[in-house]
């Protein structure tokens, strides 16, 4: 590459040519120490390269890092780009944290002493923690960096069902929806041809209404809604018509499907379709984030038992020894993290006790053959119920197999905490019994085997994830190191209980910490 005549090289030149040779890292490293580097936003996220290093003339640190979850692991991989010196200590036999996947022969124990055999064929599996994945979310980034594959998660279909109490039986969502929408167009058209909405509708909008009101809602020219095909059908339409569903219920009983939570959810933006999930199992992120990081830098069933600052560095105290370091990243639930003895300060622990552990639950239930699709034609997709199953989902993965497994209830808070408190017999009793009123005995008959998870009684984890009373001090000061121990997880962002939250979190501190060894040397 030639450069410009005279007694130097321009900054631009120099920047351009470091950026030719040693990457983006030791373009962005030199941008520093010439005093142009912008400040970086979350999503101008730039990893740490050994180039930063080598352009300062200085060593990486050694790094402790506390969890072996999503966030532990990106911490560790991400900092492993620029040769930091990383130990991940675990106190769960396996890493992944909540990112949980369970197939035949694995153990699923809790803190009442109870121990489940997960006895499912090969190919099932069981997502017993998170389970898709928003598409804007950064969680694909790293699947792609990674080489996970994905596939399509069925989020919403509105071939599954709606029953709620008060319902003669179920109905599909499909049906539910038009019959909802047929019957709130109606009226509002209705409220428009009478003068009602005058104030706030002009004479050309009120046209404009009618017309969207008749197509969104299927009204015919008396805009009254009628059983139009949105409904469904009895039996479908193929070389005959078909043959409709009955009549369209009375206004008073489709208010009574309480659809406004099943209409709102896929519009949220976190839940709207398309969503992804990795071929194989959600576990197959932290496999190859444990793989990048290497298992030798990891260690499982390794408990800590105090966390010290030191003027030099960190002492870690776990159930294997001991550990100093320059360096420690906390990937730990907060309100685990608060226990562990040490001398972080009274602030600090305030703040890691603010936060308050949420519960959520699952079962699995394995079927000897898939007949939500050949009987139901139900292929993926969530049944939405107001019974304490809360939800009812259908894999989105294995269509036409020989078996299948099916999440019989996902719920939260009271409802799983009832749950949780049972022995998992009680568990799978409880949530057949909701699920025949659904899908009839089949439900019963077919099963082959089962599996749940309460995650309030998860040891080392307690909690599905935790709510903050308000995004106040507490969140801001532990987005600060205490000393020379860093806070990560994703519960110090607003993407809780998402795996995005915990990779973007453990990207800020990799930058926070990074800066710092680069300035303090």
């Keep these: 590459m030639s450069m410009p005549k005279g007694d130097g090289i321009s900054r631009r030149a120099l920047l351009v040519g470091l950026g030719v040779a040693g990457g983006a890292g030791a373009m962005y490293a030199a941008m520093g120490a010439l005093g142009l580097a912008p400040d970086r936003q979350e999503d101008d996220y730039a990893p740490p390269q050994r180039s930063d290093f080598a352009l300062k003339g200085r060593a990486a640190a050694k790094v402790v890092i506390l969890g072996g979850g999503v966030a532990g692991l990106a911490t560790a991989y991400e900092l492993g780009k620029a040769g930091y010196d990383c130990t991940v200590l675990e106190a769960r036999d396996r890493v992944g944290g909540r990112s949980f996947t369970i197939r035949g022969g694995d153990r699923v124990s809790e803190l009442n002493g109870e121990t489940q055999e997960a006895r499912f064929g090969d190919g099932v599996y069981f997502n017993a923690g998170p389970g898709r994945i928003a598409q804007w979310m950064v969680t694909l980034d790293y699947c792609r960096e990674l ?48 003068g009602a909405l005058d104030r706030t509708v002009t004479r050309a909008d009120r046209e404009v209404l009618l017309d969207f009101l008749s197509e969104f809602g299927a009204l015919n020219d008396e805009h009254v809604y009628y059983a139009s095909d949105r409904r469904g059908y009895q039996k479908d339409p193929g070389i005959d018509a078909g043959t409709p569903l009955g009549p369209v219920p009375s206004l008073s009983e489709v208010l009574r499907y309480g659809l406004g939570r099943t209409v709102a959810f896929p519009f949220g933006y976190e839940q709207s379709m398309p969503m992804f999930q990795p071929v194989g199992g959600m576990d197959a992120i932290v496999r190859k984030l444990a793989d990048a990081v290497g298992h030798d830098r990891i260690k499982t069933s390794t408990q800590v038992t105090k966390i010290s600052n030191t003027p030099e560095g960190v002492d870690v105290v776990h159930s294997g020894g001991s550990i100093t370091a320059d360096y420690c990243v906390a990937a730990l639930p907060p309100h685990v993290l608060a226990r562990i003895p040490g001398n972080l300060d009274a602030q600090v622990l305030g703040a890691l006790r603010t936060p308050t552990p949420l519960s959520a639950g699952k079962i699995a239930f394995e079927y000897r053959r898939r007949w939500w699709e050949t009987d139901d034609r139900i292929y993926g997709g969530i049944t939405e119920t107001d019974l304490d199953i809360s939800h009812i989902w259908y894999p989105s993965y294995g269509f036409h197999g020989a078996r299948g497994l099916v999440v019989g209830y996902y719920n939260l808070n009271a409802e799983a905490d009832s749950y949780a408190a049972m022995k998992h017999a009680d568990r799978h009793r409880r949530a057949i019994e909701n699920g025949v009123r659904i899908h009839g005995d089949k439900y019963r008959t077919e099963m082959l085997s089962s599996v749940s998870i309460a995650w309030r009684r998860q040891p080392h ?54 800066q710092r060894v680069l300035k303090e040397g």
């Design 147 to 194: 080489g996970v594959p994905v596939e399509v998660f069925v989020n919403d279909n509105p071939n599954a069902y709606l029953y709620n109490h008060g319902m003669k039986a179920p109905v599909r969502a499909r049906t539910a929806r038009a019959d909802t929408y047929g019957y709130v167009s109606e009226l509002l058209a209705k409220a428009t041809d009478r």
């Design 461 to 514: 984890i307690e909690g599905a994830w935790v709510g903050w009373p308000s995004y106040g001090p507490e969140f801001k000061l532990l987005q600060e190191p205490a000393g020379r121990v860093y806070f990560a997880g994703d519960w110090l962002t607003h993407l809780i209980a998402w795996q995005a939250g915990a990779l973007g979190s453990a990207r800020k501190v990799v930058t926070d910490l990074h």
